[in-house]
């Protein structure tokens, strides 16, 4: 078995969208982080890949997806990535993954309060009157810090486009 030194920056680069692309397969983060870190182990005891290391894992994850899919009964139409939308192609999933891993890279570069704000709001449904209860801060200063925290992420998106593919619902003032 070949090893490879760089193992620890390929799982730094790609486990994020790696996963992000499963989540176009399965719902279940669980069996999503599963199939990843599988990934990464057949990539690793395959040893000889290094050049096409990101092909190699990007198959390896949707082939699980799919046998995961498959052992769950589903039809060879139902197999397909989806986005809310509905079905996409894999390229079309594995161009989102690289997105929406930015896009998170910049959520997680938020301060850490004006990052679970905006994750209240946008990922948990919750309205700026329910965040402030829940928090103990006033409707004005919610309100405030979501959209700093928006702001922040639309300038450090590659564009807005990206940025509203991404979050079609968020709004944009």
């Keep these: 078995m070949g090893q490879n030194p760089d193992i620890r920056e390929l799982f730094r680069f790609h486990y994020r969208p790696l996963c992000l692309y499963a989540l176009h397969y ?3 983060a669980d069996a999503v982080e599963d199939v990843v870190q599988e990934a990464f182990t057949a990539w690793w005891q395959k040893g000889d890949v290094a050049d096409n290391a990101r092909a190699y894992l990007y198959a390896i994850v949707r082939n699980r997806c799919i046998d995961i899919l498959r052992r769950q009964g589903r039809q060879a139409e139902q197999l397909l990535p989806e986005d809310a939308a509905g079905a996409i192609s894999d390229e079309e999933a ?3 993954s690289a997105l929406e891993a930015r896009l998170w890279e910049a959520v997680d570069r938020l301060p850490a309060r004006r990052r679970e704000l905006l994750l209240m709001s946008k990922r948990d449904g919750l309205s700026y009157e329910q965040i402030a209860e829940a ?33 079609p619902t968020l709004p944009l003032a």
């Design 26 to 28: 399965l719902k279940d």
């Design 94 to 96: 594995m161009g989102r």
């Design 135 to 167: 928090t103990g801060l006033s409707v004005n200063t919610v309100r405030n810090q979501i959209s700093r925290a928006l702001q922040s992420l639309r300038n450090s998106a590659d564009s807005i486009l990206d940025f509203i593919l991404l979050f």
